[in-house]
């Protein structure tokens, strides 16, 4: 079955740690995308991927860093930098370039909690 | 700036009555629009989307929505709703300087009573 995978379903972080949530996609898709999820705020843009080796910050990039070093792989890791880390993030990937026009597909995701 | 506005937080409706969930777009060019829904816990899932051509579009589940470009208005609608329906329900819009993203409403929760 072709889909996206994000783990760990919950993940739990002291302060001052960093951790790396995970996202795969086996849709051979060129564009990957990560956005947080908080009540009532519906999802905003941390940072999106075209190609390999090639990322760009979204609207809330800061205390947070992603890699695209293999086609299926996005992880993004929330550094001790992001100041209110714990939410609900979900990863998602498009066929094209132009990935905003094609359907996003969606990752079940993430919820990090800070304790 | 490009903006969604959903304006209903949350929503109850009983099952089997029809539904309308609205939203209001703020966009200087043609828009492409989209609705998603997100069960409980899960990732998004695409209902239906606009980019040109005939105004109302078809989704999947039996949703449909109209774009009225008057009104700044893309709602979606049901004719009866399933109580596997409950979910949250996004609209977004194709926005950005370059429109190089989507901008997401904010949501509305959708209850539905037996």
């Known amino acids: 079955d072709g889909g996206i995978t994000q783990s760990p379903k919950y993940l739990f972080r002291k302060e001052g740690q960093n951790v790396t949530l995970s996202c795969e996609q086996n849709?051979?898709?060129?564009?990957m995308y990560w956005y947080r999820q908080d009540p009532g705020q519906g999802l905003r843009l941390i940072y999106y991927?075209?190609?390999?080796?090639?990322?760009q910050k979204g609207d809330i990039a800061e205390g947070y860093s992603v890699s695209r070093e293999k086609k299926e792989s996005f992880p993004l890791t929330v550094t001790s930098a992001q100041k209110n880390p714990t939410a609900f993030y979900l990863c998602?990937?498009?066929?094209?370039?132009?990935?905003?026009?094609?359907?996003?597909?969606f990752g079940p995701g993430t919820r990090l909690t800070v304790l | 700036a490009q903006s969604v506005t959903q304006p209903d937080i949350h929503i109850t409706v009983s099952e089997g009555a029809s539904l309308e969930l609205r939203c209001n777009y703020s966009y200087g060019a043609t828009p492409y629009l989209f609705w998603y829904v997100q069960s409980p816990g899960q990732g998004l899932q695409l209902l239906l989307k606009y980019f040109s051509g005939d105004t109302l579009v078809q989704g999947i589940k039996g949703f449909e929505a109209e774009f009225k470009r008057s009104q700044s208005s893309f709602n979606l609608r049901k004719p009866s709703v399933h109580w596997s329906d409950a979910a949250e329900y996004f609209c977004a819009v194709v926005g950005g300087s370059s429109a190089s993203k989507i901008i997401f409403g904010s949501g509305t929760r959708l209850s539905i009573r037996p």
């Open positions: 998602a990937s498009s066929p094209r370039l132009a990935g905003v026009y094609d359907t996003q597909y």
């Open positions: 991927s075209q190609i390999v080796n090639d990322f």
């Open positions: 849709l051979n898709h060129d564009a």
